[in-house]
């Protein structure tokens, strides 16, 4: 069964099921006619409102809030009307890694860290020639601040001996980028 509650955020003007579908309310909005030049009131039905699928597969609504038209995640406006507002900080998580999967039963409020935790859980975390990084050349001047921050300095035989194993593989990671 279907259940509908306002999104509270929006002046309950929008509305999130537990299904994850996002409609707008009948509402009148007063807005500038340029073909009768004056001040008018504009009468719109409830309807469902069509979400677009982002490139990473988390579906948006696009809403107007204030006069301006704004993008919004439909599994945070889902969130929001049936667990409340996040505590600074938390994000919306999605329990079975299926970002479209924006049902209420699917959701949570959760800290970067255990997002990051159930992308890798999920295997939707990437990796390797996967990420967005690869592959991708580097300036010098990035290139020394690099190994700047790594090293603390440019790296001595005495600093490299010192360096703990994650660092000698950063080092060389950094050391083996080409620069454009």
């Known amino acids: 069964m279907e259940i509908w509650k306002d999104v509270p955020i929006f002046g309950n003007k929008y ?6 579908k996002i409609r707008t309310k009948a509402h009148v909005v ?4 340029p073909f009768f030049n004056k001040i008018i009131e504009q009468n719109y039905k409830q309807r469902e409102l069509k979400p677009v699928a982002s490139k990473d597969g988390y579906y948006r609504v696009h809403l107007g809030v204030n006069g301006e ?3 919004y ?3 945070r406006m889902v969130l929001m009307a049936f667990v409340g507002i996040p505590l600074n900080g938390y ?3 999605h329990n079975n890694g299926i970002p479209s999967d924006n049902r209420i039963e699917n959701l949570r409020w959760g800290t970067k860290e255990e997002n ?5 859980k ?8 996967e990420h967005h990084m690869y592959g991708t050349s580097m300036n010098q001047k990035l290139k020394e601040k690099l190994i700047k921050f790594h090293t603390g300095r440019k790296a001595s035989e005495e600093t490299k001996r010192k360096m703990t194993e994650s660092q000698k593989k950063r080092w060389a990671n950094v050391s083996k980028q080409k620069v454009a």
């Open 30 to 33: 007063k807005k500038y006619s």
């Open 69 to 71: 038209k704004k993008s």
């Open 116 to 120: 990051a935790k159930d992308r890798i």
């Open 122 to 129: 999920h295997g939707t975390y990437k990796r390797g020639a």
């Open 73 to 75: 995640s439909v599994h």
């Open 15 to 20: 509305q999130a099921s537990n299904l994850g």
């Open 91 to 93: 994000e919306g998580c």
